[in-house]
């Protein structure tokens, strides 16, 4: 993990996050922010992607079978 210190960050900022107890980056954190503080677009993978795809794929294959069954009763 890595400091919040090795970002470009105000003195105030440091020390705020300091108070708060943070001192170290979450792998996520030390990947991302250096990133979001230039401004660049962040894409990051989720764990949580497949099941994330299961559900759309759960939802899409009911409004389907929905629109199909209005379609019939056109």
Do not use: H
């Not at 996050?17 to 503080?37: F, H």
């Not at 795809?53 to 939802?59: A, F, H, Q």
């Amino acid at each position: 993990m890595s400091a919040f210190t090795a970002l470009p960050l105000t003195k105030p900022m440091i020390e705020n996050l300091e108070n708060l107890g943070y001192q170290e980056m979450t792998p996520v954190q030390a990947g991302s922010l250096p990133y979001v503080i230039k401004g660049e677009d962040l894409c990051w993978p989720s764990r949580s992607l497949w099941r994330i795809r299961g559900i759309l794929w759960w939802v899409l294959q009911g409004m389907a079978r929905f629109c199909f069954a209005m379609k019939q009763w056109d």
